[in-house]
């Protein structure tokens, strides 16, 4: 998608990166995770309640891919409304990182047990002197499994990284039904918390590429929820774009940037460090927030 002035409302230049804001029609964005129900349902009460939607959606400027923002816009779906305010990068950018959720396990079950439970699911469970789990992902090793002292390969043939994911949330539910905790974490945080004794297993994930991430959503192949870790240097926050001004369905996309262009150019934005608190939420990249 080309960058012109009818294509986006406000432009933001950091360092490595440009962040474009736009209206947009929802229906020319392809989100590459799948949806959890109850966190669309969420969004939509929060949306409902704050009569706008407060931070835009990020996606790939060319090929319109949903990076980050999956809930928001099958909130807005759920709402009847057509229209949801995005934030365009380039998504070659090196700058932009995919990296992976691993699973963390942590219950009362001895950690061998977890190995048993996966088992049960009918998968292979195969014990391995190489740490590396570079392989992950590529058939028939669906992930690994990490625990203090020994690794662990998951085998399960599968066609593609979409199989492969269902094989992980089919062992995610085996293990919480058998009373286990499973969490996301980052790849350093949980391989962290299984060295300091803060979870009994660790399940690691394949490794996705941006080519890999944009080939599944064209191809409407949602992955998994948290089988990809965006890490995108800068974001917008607070932009908070009224429901009211979504809903003019009588009115163009240019019509409606230009009037967005108007409504930000009058406020005030400040930029925030990585690690600063938005409304309860810690970021890890650069913020540009809106200022009422």
Same mark, same amino acid.
């Given at each position: 998608?080309?960058?012109?002035?009818?294509?986006?409302?406000?432009?933001?230049?950091e360092g490595r990166l440009r962040l474009d804001i736009a209206i947009l029609d929802i229906s020319a964005l392809h989100p590459h995770e799948e949806v959890i129900p109850e966190l669309r349902d969420y969004l939509v009460r929060s949306?409902?309640?704050?009569?706008? %939607?407060?931070?835009? @959606?990020?996606?790939?400027?060319? /090929?319109? !891919?949903?990076?980050d923002g999956v809930h928001r816009v099958a909130a807005l779906q759920?709402?009847?409304i057509r229209r949801i305010p995005v934030c365009l990068v380039d998504y070659r950018n090196p700058a932009i990182r995919v990296l992976s959720w691993y699973r963390t396990v942590r219950g009362s079950l001895d950690p061998d047990?977890?190995?048993?439970?996966?088992?049960? %699911?009918?998968?292979? @469970?195969?014990k391995t002197e190489n /740490?590396? !789990?570079k392989d992950v992902g590529h058939s028939p090793m669906a992930a690994a499994l990490q625990l203090r002292e020994q690794t662990f390969l998951i085998k399960s043939s599968f066609k593609d990284l979409q199989e492969a994911f269902a094989i992980i949330s089919r062992i995610e539910s085996r293990l919480k039904a058998a009373g286990l905790t499973v969490r996301y974490e980052t790849e350093?945080?949980?391989?962290?918390?299984?060295?300091?004794?803060?979870?009994?297993?660790?399940?690691?994930?394949?490794?996705?590429?941006?080519?890999?991430?944009?080939?599944y959503a064209l191809k409407n192949q949602a992955l998994a929820w948290k089988a990809t870790r965006h890490v995108i240097p800068a974001?917008?926050?607070?932009?908070?774009?009224?429901?009211?001004?979504?809903?003019?369905?009588?009115?163009?996309?240019?019509?409606?940037n230009k009037e967005l262009k108007y409504a930000l150019t009058g406020r005030q934005l400040t930029r925030l460090p990585p690690g600063s608190v938005v409304?309860?939420?810690?970021?890890?990249?650069?913020?540009y927030v809106f200022e009422e």
């Amino acid at each position: 998608m080309p960058r012109t002035s009818k294509t986006f409302a406000y432009a933001i230049t950091e360092g490595r990166l440009r962040l474009d804001i736009a209206i947009l029609d929802i229906s020319a964005l392809h989100p590459h995770e799948e949806v959890i129900p109850e966190l669309r349902d969420y969004l939509v009460r929060s949306i409902k309640a704050d009569r706008c %939607v407060k931070n835009p @959606v990020i996606v790939d400027e060319r /090929s319109l !891919v949903v990076l980050d923002g999956v809930h928001r816009v099958a909130a807005l779906q759920k709402l009847g409304i057509r229209r949801i305010p995005v934030c365009l990068v380039d998504y070659r950018n090196p700058a932009i990182r995919v990296l992976s959720w691993y699973r963390t396990v942590r219950g009362s079950l001895d950690p061998d047990q977890v190995v048993l439970q996966i088992k049960k %699911v009918g998968y292979t @469970v195969e014990k391995t002197e190489n /740490s590396s !789990v570079k392989d992950v992902g590529h058939s028939p090793m669906a992930a690994a499994l990490q625990l203090r002292e020994q690794t662990f390969l998951i085998k399960s043939s599968f066609k593609d990284l979409q199989e492969a994911f269902a094989i992980i949330s089919r062992i995610e539910s085996r293990l919480k039904a058998a009373g286990l905790t499973v969490r996301y974490e980052t790849e350093s945080d949980a391989l962290d918390g299984l060295e300091k004794g803060w979870v009994d297993a660790v399940i690691c994930t394949p490794k996705i590429s941006k080519e890999e991430i944009i080939q599944y959503a064209l191809k409407n192949q949602a992955l998994a929820w948290k089988a990809t870790r965006h890490v995108i240097p800068a974001r917008p926050l607070n932009v908070n774009v009224p429901l009211a001004l979504l809903t003019r369905d009588e009115k163009s996309l240019a019509q409606l940037n230009k009037e967005l262009k108007y409504a930000l150019t009058g406020r005030q934005l400040t930029r925030l460090p990585p690690g600063s608190v938005v409304d309860g939420r810690r970021y890890d990249e650069e913020l540009y927030v809106f200022e009422e």
